[in-house]
T-cell receptor, first 112, second 109 residues
Framework: IAGITQAPTSQILAAGRRMTLRCTQDMRHNAMYWYRQDLGLGLRLIHYSNTAGTTGKGEVPDGYSVSRANTDDFPLTLASAVPSQTSVYFC???????????FGPGTRLTVL | GQNIDQPTEMTATEGAIVQINCTYQTSGFNGLFWYQQHAGEAPTFLSYNVLDGLEEKGRFSSFLSRSKGYSYLLLKELQMKDSASYLCAPEDSNYQLIWGAGTKLIIKP
């Protein structure tokens, strides 16, 4: 793989179900991010990780959790999905927290 | 609070020049990014300004005034492929990007 990938591309999920969105990068970037993008709103940061083994909360962390066991992977978990979590989710990475971010193709999630 | 203001939508003609403005208020400031996002795709990096002034990169230029909390993206010789949303994202004192809702640019032949 080259760059940053996300899976699945899209998903329809019943409310109350648990879901993990996957994100993998092969650029050896230290920092990784999860955003959600909703119509008419800017990208909103959910969680971030400045380096493997550390994570932090962004602007809208409630209902989401992340882990960063290694440099390449940064999964986002919805423990019990709710309809307000219907959105497009983008994973991004950067060399450091002060560098340009490279984005994955996104996951379109619908919670019914 | 933190606030980003940019026009929701702009229309321009192929071959022309367009300027997309962005004003911002953030908790501290380190620099400002501009990204391009085509419909249904991920954002891609266009420019990063740290110092006041104009940074030119081919058909695209970006300007920053730190004292005024103001930036603009200038697109010259517009092409149909420039139809996209343009996202302004200042970087706060914690190096977190604060994203504007974006300006949808429509290019007409």
């Amino acid at each position: 793989i080259a760059g940053i990938t996300q899976a699945p591309t899209s998903q329809i999920l019943a409310a109350g179900r648990r879901m993990t969105l996957r994100c993998t990068q092969d650029m050896r970037h230290n920092a990784m991010y999860w955003y959600r993008q909703d119509l008419g709103l800017g990208l909103r940061l959910i969680h971030y990780s400045n380096t493997a083994g550390t994570t932090g909360k962004g602007e809208v962390p409630d209902g989401y959790s992340v882990s960063r066991a290694n440099t390449d992977d940064f999964p986002l978990t919805l423990a019990s999905a709710v309809p307000s979590q219907t959105s497009v989710y983008f994973c991004a990475s950067s060399v450091g927290s002060y560098n340009e971010q490279f984005f994955g193709p996104g996951t379109r999630l619908t919670v019914l | 609070g933190q606030n980003i203001d940019q026009p929701t939508e702009m229309t321009a003609t192929e071959g022309a020049i367009v300027q997309i403005n962005c004003t911002y208020q953030t908790s501290g400031f380190n620099g400002l990014f501009w990204y391009q996002q085509h419909a249904g795709e991920a954002p891609t990096f266009l420019s990063y300004n740290v110092l006041d002034g104009l940074e030119e990169k081919g058909r695209f230029s970006s300007f920053l005034s730190r004292s005024k909390g103001y930036s603009y993206l200038l697109l010259k010789e517009l092409q149909m492929k420039d139809s996209a949303s343009y996202l302004c994202a200042p970087e706060d004192s914690n190096y977190q990007l604060i994203w504007g809702a974006g300006t949808k640019l429509i290019i007409k032949p």
